[in-house]
């Protein structure tokens, strides 16, 4: 049975991946965070208390594994924004200490969580395979600080060639367990809901492609399953959704009340992305295939967030 470390285990995606773990009766998972204290609560509170080892990163260097997973890193635009360029040196401490532990272990696999900002902050159209990255290197500004991180990361391992790296490019991730106090436009929609208050929102267009818990469960496991290879995947749903299509079916299921407007308050903390989603489907050569469209897996999730029927 493979042993899985997983780095940055406080984080959202990361429960929700080890609770889909322990889903299937999968026990052997090494949990690593910077708070110990806060994931052993959290532990308890899902009922898996005994079944995962929890430990600080600095004992990270002394057990094997077959897999390193990292998670590490910041998970919303207003803590990207309050990280600023911080996250340049934290995505590398943590990227370096990896690399280290491969070059004593190259057998072991290391799955990578990128994002869609490594592309770049401008996303006129969605990425394809052939899509480069474009970083404004002669102007730099915050916004671009998290995707250059990934960017970065991303050459180092390609670089690593004869190791078994795989990057994960996320673009939108949703889940019930999501901080609804976070600056998205889905939890600012979830919070209008909750509270019964009247959501303002601008009118600029945007679409955006969400995976279900689920479906990044599925695509994990199928690159664990694969051969070992040295690559990057973009996460995608069965199908992307548009703003005005998404608040409309947050109307009709769920009562949400919004006004459009010219220019409403929001944060953009990695730039403006109207299509912010990808149509490069290189994750399907190692056998995904999405069991969810954007919109089923938010009104599912949703559905249990706020605690009604879908």
């Known amino acids: 049975m ?40 959290w532990i308890a509170s899902v009922d898996l208390d005994g079944r995962f080892s929890v430990g600080e990163f600095s004992g990270f260097s002394k057990h094997e594994f077959d897999v390193v997973i990292n998670f590490v890193g910041v998970g919303n635009p207003a803590q990207a924004r309050a990280m600023g360029n911080s996250i340049l040196d934290i995505t590398l401490q943590f990227d370096e200490m990896v690399l280290t532990y491969l070059q004593a272990h190259p057998a072991c696999r290391y799955l990578f969580l990128s994002s869609g900002a490594a592309y770049g902050s401008c996303f006129n159209e969605p990425a394809q395979r052939n899509t480069p990255a474009i970083v404004p290197i002669n102007d ?32 939108n991730y949703f889940s019930h367990t999501q901080d609804i106090n976070a600056r998205f436009l889905i939890t600012d929609i979830l919070r209008a809901i909750r509270d019964r208050i009247l959501l303002k929102t ?36 069965r199908a992307p959704i548009d703003k005005s299509s998404l608040l409309a079916a947050m109307h009709d299921k769920f009562g949400l009340c919004y006004e459009v407007a010219e220019r409403a308050e929001g944060i953009n903390a990695t730039g403006s992305k109207p299509y912010y989603y990808s149509l490069n489907y290189r994750a399907s050569d190692f056998g995904y295939q999405p069991g969810l469209t954007s919109l089923e897996g938010i009104l599912q999730e949703a559905a249990l967030l706020l605690g009604k029927e879908a």
């Open 2 to 41: 493979n042993k899985i470390a997983i780095l940055g285990a406080t984080s959202q995606i990361a429960k929700d991946l080890i609770v889909s773990f322990a889903a299937v009766g999968y026990n052997h998972l090494y949990l690593f965070a910077r708070r110990p204290v806060e994931l052993k609560r």
């Open 202 to 237: 601008s009118a600029d267009y945007m679409i955006r492609d969400f995976l279900h818990p689920s479906d990044f469960f599925q695509l994990v496991s199928r690159l664990l399953a694969a051969p070992a290879k040295n690559a990057v995947v973009d996460c995608y749903s």
């Open 140 to 171: 730099l500004s915050p916004q671009d600080w998290y995707g250059v991180a990934k960017l970065y990361a991303e050459c180092r391992h390609r670089a690593h060639a004869e190791l078994s790296i795989i990057d994960i490019r996320v673009f």
